[in-house]
């Protein structure tokens, strides 16, 4: 009996997760639908906005986002012609090491990494812009291997560099190489060894990132690319269902998940698609809907209300199921969202107000702004401040190229 028990105590430990759940280990958090696990947050702002805790000055250049697990903000950035991934202590805004991650990505709306560090117990997964990708020792940055996109998995350099935010399934890195080998690639998360490509799917890579979710019981991958999206079967990368998507430029949102739907979005006045899961396929629930046209601000669900930017009717809540607009506001100019606390955190790319905005279907209804300064200098004139924000244990976080910002919206 009592080794029955050791056992079963062995088995439950293991499946553990690797860091606590207040945690934010992941782009967009846990189950990548950008939703803070805090409680307890102001529900409005005093003039001038809530109070600054810190800069760093030195998060490089680049749109990375931030992992934040056990007291550490990890990041990415350019210094010099050399990308890097970036730990910084989130009580002090001090560096705590770098570490090379590829060379420089250049483009002419900024150059330097996309993604957003992926940390999984004592290791982090991260990909440059010009495809490296890199596993390191979450305790002092060291490499533990490498592997390339291009040269290595034969995919293709997209106009924006590689942006993906790279998924961990179990033993596995998920990422999206693109090509002829198969459109996903699963790694051996210790050894950086293909484990599976799919077959059939041979799209190149575009900007969104994958997630992780259960249909009828069971595991899936499911990812957007430019003119389809798609689930697989995490243990071998069988597709097992595959929905057109009439893609236009770039396709960069991540997907949605919920009650058996799955919701997609994209700009270029391309709008958003649902289709219901069976346990066969999909089902189309709505298509061509011009409601939600998200370029990269993102997306996020609460309940079974969508809040995001649209280009056009500017600031929307969709319903999820049906696809109907609720309603519209342009209070805000276009932008990034993040949801924490029954309040949609909007960041507006030109200019870099900040806004704290109620998430209800009963209109915009706004409790408080401020101006996010200071703002870089060192910006490419035709970017802007793409990089998503993140509130975790009390602490908003925003970041305008080497400047990470850091401020306190914890209540009293």
């Known amino acids: 009996m009592k080794a029955i028990l050791s056992a079963l ?72 012609n050399q990308e890097f991934v970036i730990a910084v202590d989130t009580a002090t805004g001090k560096e705590v090491w770098s570490a090379p991650a590829g060379p420089r990505y250049p483009n002419r709306w900024g150059d330097g990494p996309r993604g957003t560090p992926t940390v999984d117990g004592d290791h982090l997964y991260a990909l440059g812009g010009q495809g490296l990708l890199v596993c390191l020792n979450r305790a002092d940055g060291k490499q533990v291997w490498s592997k390339s996109m291009v040269k290595d998995l034969g995919g293709k350099l997209q106009d924006w560099g590689y942006t993906e935010s790279l998924l ?42 994958p997630i992780l979710i259960q249909n009828a019981g069971k595991p899936q991958i499911v990812q957007l690319v430019m003119k389809r999206f798609f689930g697989v079967d995490p243990a071998n990368g069988k597709v097992q269902w595959n929905v057109e998507f009439p893609g236009a430029t770039a396709v960069i949102p991540t997907p949605i998940h919920h009650d058996g739907i799955v919701y997609v979005s994209a700009g270029y006045n391309v709008g958003c698609k649902a289709v219901r899961l069976t346990a066969t396929g999909a089902k189309v629930v ?29 600031w929307v809540c ?73 509130v975790l244990d009390g602490k908003l976080y925003l970041r305008d190229q080497e400047l990470l910002h850091c401020y306190d919206v914890k209540g009293k």
């Open 168 to 209: 961990v399934v179990g033993d596995t890195v998920i990422c999206t190489p693109g090509g002829s080998g198969g459109t996903l690639a699963a790694l051996n998360k210790k050894t950086g060894e293909v484990v599976w490509r799919t077959t059939g799917l041979q799209d190149a890579a575009q900007y969104s990132s």
């Open 286 to 314: 709505y298509e061509d809907n011009k409601v939600m046209k998200n370029h990269h601000g993102g997306v996020v669900r609460v309940g079974d209300h969508l809040y995001g930017y649209s280009d056009g009717p500017g």
């Open 9 to 80: 105590l062995v088995s439950l430990v293991l499946k553990l997760p690797a860091a606590d759940a207040a945690d934010w280990t992941q782009w967009r958090g846990p189950g990548r639908e950008d939703r803070s696990p805090d409680k307890g947050l102001l529900k409005s702002w005093p003039e001038g906005g809530p109070k600054q805790l810190w800069v760093f000055n030195d998060a490089g250049l680049g749109y990375a986002g931030y992992s934040i697990v056990a007291g550490k903000l990890f990041t990415m950035g350019l210094r010099e």
């Open 318 to 390: 969709q319903n999820l199921k049906s696809g109907q607009e609720v309603w519209a506001n342009k209070s805000l100019g276009k932008g990034s969202v993040h949801f924490a606390d029954g309040m949609l955190y909007c960041v507006s790319e030109d200019g870099g107000n900040v806004a704290l905005v109620e998430a209800t279907p009963t209109g915009w209804s706004e409790k408080g702004r401020f101006k996010l300064a200071p703002q870089s200098t060192r910006r490419s004139p035709q970017g802007r401040i793409w990089t998503h924000p993140v």
